[in-house]
């Protein structure tokens, strides 16, 4: 079947066909013996691996991966409790320990973060980190320069008028109100072409925080820097190995919290609007 190497082990399969009811763009024939792609509709596959997923006995292999290497659905999972309490205890984090995190916990992280959903199952989005101090000082003063450079050349103006007090008290006071002084960041970056890169980078950092969140770790969602990247220090993007194809659609700084919240706060009034058409003229 070409690169989709869509394999049945027939020793094991019981032909419930729930393959080939389960994938979503049904290019899945359970007309024969054992299911098999249709004739020529292998390029419409997803790679989303429903078929894997879903085989009650493990038969189904596609695009090299094998359900021996997936984890079971009978595993534990995230506790509903325990989840809604991480979620309320979340914090945005402006103050942090000077202390490194472990790159292979950083890495862990990263990885599984982006198992999160994107249009079409693009899977186009890319995470480039910082996971040392010495590089994130690197970055720091290199987009300080960058602004004071700008502002020089009189080109921060309008809405970014801000950069200016910035790189004010950073040239002066050395404090750093873009990064917050964390030790590590991510930038999430996407294909311009790509169906929804803003929207598919937000939800991968939101798997990103929470699971930092869940190893300890403090994270901010940093706009003032993601401004600075896309509309001042633009220069940086090939320093910092961002494809040339790819826009940078989020940032994110993360490290040790250097303060401690005992308790969550109370959201106010939640914006939920439950429809119902049942109940309406709507005809």
């Given at each position: 079947m070409g690169m989709i190497d869509f394999k049945i082990d027939t020793s094991k399969c019981i032909r419930c066909k729930k393959c080939v009811t389960d994938c979503p763009v049904l290019i899945i024939d359970g007309k024969t013996d054992y299911p098999e792609?249709?004739?020529?509709?292998?390029?419409?596959?997803?790679?989303?691996?429903?078929?894997?997923?879903?085989c009650p006995e493990g038969a189904l292999s596609i695009w090299g991966y094998s359900p021996e290497d997936s984890i079971l659905s009978s595993e534990p999972t995230a506790d509903p409790v325990q989840l809604t309490n991480l979620i309320k205890l979340r914090r945005s984090v402006r103050r942090f320990k000077k202390t490194?995190?472990?790159?292979?916990?950083?890495n862990l992280i990263a990885n599984n973060a982006l198992y999160a959903p994107t249009a079409?199952?693009?899977n186009s989005v890319r995470f480039s980190i910082i996971d040392n101090r010495e590089d994130m000082n690197i970055l720091r003063e290199s987009v300080y320069?960058?602004?004071?450079?700008a502002v020089s050349n009189g080109q921060i103006k309008g809405s970014l008028s801000f950069f200016?007090?910035?790189?004010?008290?950073?040239?002066s006071k050395k404090i750093d109100v873009i990064?917050?002084?964390a030790p590590h960041l991510v930038i999430a970056s996407a294909p311009k072409d790509a169906s929804l890169p803003i929207v598919d980078s937000s939800i991968a950092l939101s798997y990103f925080e929470l699971l930092a969140n869940a190893h300890g770790i403090g994270t901010l969602w940093d706009g003032f820097a993601l401004q600075a990247l896309r509309e001042i220090a633009q220069e940086l993007k090939g320093l910092l190995g961002i494809a040339e194809n790819h826009e940078i659609t989020m940032v994110m700084v993360f490290g040790l919290s250097a303060v401690?919240?005992?308790r969550s706060i109370q959201?106010?009034?939640?914006?939920?609007?439950?429809?119902?058409?049942?109940?309406s003229s709507v005809n």
């Open positions: 792609i249709k004739e020529g509709k292998a390029d419409n596959c997803l790679k989303c691996q429903h078929c894997l997923a879903v490194e995190i472990d790159p292979s916990l950083i079409k199952n693009e320069q960058c602004i004071t450079k200016s007090n910035f790189a004010d008290v950073w040239n990064f917050r002084n401690k919240y005992p959201s106010g009034h939640p914006e939920v609007h439950r429809i119902r058409l049942s109940d």
